[in-house]
């Protein structure tokens, strides 16, 4: 099961408002991560947990808040977005030295 | 530094074509890891390929082949007898020994096959 799963699909906040994305897989994989990508870009990395510590954070800014409660699971809890920060946001998971990441379907977020 | 150029930034085809897409890398490492991801319209990325540094064998995978150069460090990517199902965006990506969870991405080519 090459799976990597997102919720929620789509989601429309407010500048004000509080939300979570969340990932789950259960392939084992001691790494995950968040992907943020712009329309028309590559995906640019925000956070790397690996073995449940969090191992990179690409100077993200602080309205984004990663949560690695246990070795399936990923949140990104969000606070007073800008419009800027719409995008879509893909969390992948890899095995620790294989390498190759497994992407969810993401999930399209709008601030408005 | 490390990077990844990828220089066709849409390419159109009729189905049954050939095409290929090309990727140009940058590194000072001697181990590195290159990949070749698929991106449909549902924004999932589909892991495609890896290779690594040491292993410069070509592949092939059904319609797909891959074809890896470290002398003119390129890993370009070839669909042969394209088929509307195949138009997606197309990133080659990077990783190196030392940062070997962080993945470096090209600009990606958007492929339109037309039927």
């Known amino acids: 099961d090459t799976e990597v799963t997102q919720t929620p699909k789509h989601l429309v906040m407010g500048m004000t408002n509080k939300k979570s994305l969340k990932c789950e897989q259960h392939?084992?994989?001691?790494?995950m991560y968040w992907y943020k990508q712009k329309a028309k870009k590559p995906p640019e990395l925000m956070f790397v947990y690996s073995y449940e510590k969090l191992s990179i954070n690409e100077s993200v800014p602080s309205r984004f808040s990663p949560e690695c409660p246990n070795s399936s699971l990923l949140n990104l809890h969000l606070h007073a977005l800008q419009p800027e920060d719409s995008a879509l946001y893909l969390c992948?998971?890899?095995?620790?030295?294989?390498?190759?990441?497994?992407f969810g379907q993401g999930t399209r977020l709008t601030v408005v | 530094a490390q990077k990844v150029t990828q220089a066709q930034t849409e390419i159109s085809v009729v189905e049954k074509e050939d095409v290929t897409l090309d990727c140009v890398y940058e590194?000072?490492?001697?181990?590195?890891?290159l990949f070749w991801y698929k991106q449909p319209p549902s924004g999932e990325l589909v892991f495609l390929i890896r290779r690594n540094s040491f292993d410069e064998q070509n592949e092939i995978s059904g319609r797909y082949s891959w074809n890896f150069q470290k002398s003119t460090s390129s890993f370009n990517f070839t669909i042969t007898a394209s088929q509307v199902v195949d138009s997606a965006v197309y990133f080659c990506a990077l990783s190196d020994l030392y940062n070997f969870n962080k993945f470096y991405f090209g600009s990606g080519t958007k492929l339109n096959v037309k039927p």
């Open positions: 590194t000072r490492d001697t181990t590195y890891y």
């Open positions: 992948a998971s890899s095995q620790e030295r294989t390498t190759e990441a497994f």
């Open positions: 392939m084992g994989h001691r790494a």
